[in-house]
């Protein structure tokens, strides 16, 4: 069992990344030390923990730095597996294979989408192009979880799992997106799973107070982002 002086992440409260990590952090009731970086200034215990990305998240075990949020919440399911911890990957090799793909689908389509409609858009009809990226996405992602959960509430087998985690860590910075572009991102007509997922997923203990629910504090932040070089950006492109 992690006291809470073995477990430091180093987090920033909008990143996906970080998000996902903390949900499952909290899934499997772990206690830990959070630490918020200041991305455009970011500390010597990151800079020293990942000097080759660094990038949050970044979790510190016993002082030792685990890198990239895919892999460190797979670490987590590993090390905290215990019958009273729950799950993450489901315990079948093919089912994790499969729970992987989808994983590696979502960083790879939503998220590149994702960055493109917050920042990196130039004028509306790139912005647009973005958000119909995200949409076709969604709309496979939509398919997957009707083949795949069979009427459950989650992706996971007993619950929230790795394909929740990691998509549900995009849901603060979708309600910022619903309000710039006056429309839903997850739309009840084109994708009602993802939107009846959407809503369990929020309401879920372990997302409450690490899943951002406030656009306008988001799009402020993103603001600041927008005036800030590009360099914070260069890691996030190469999910
Ligand atoms: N593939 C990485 C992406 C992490 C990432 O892009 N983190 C951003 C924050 S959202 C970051 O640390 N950016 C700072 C930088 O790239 O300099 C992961 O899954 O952990
Ligand atoms: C984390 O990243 C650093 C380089 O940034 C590397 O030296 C270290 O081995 C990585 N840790 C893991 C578990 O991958």
Redesign the pocket.
Known sequence: MAGSGELKLLGAWTSPFVIRVRVVLNLKSLPYEYVEENLASKSALLLG?????KSVPVLLHGGR???ESQ?IVQYIDEVWSGADRPSVLPSDSYERAVARFWAAYVDDKVGPAWLAILFLSKTEEERAEGVERAVAALETLEGAFADCTKGKPFFGVDGIGFVDVVLGGYLGWFTAIDKLIGRRLIDPARTPLLAAWEQRFRTAEAAKGVVPNDADKLLAFRETLLGAPLDIFQNRVTL
């Open positions: 923990s990942n000097p080759v990305r730095p685990v890198n892999v």
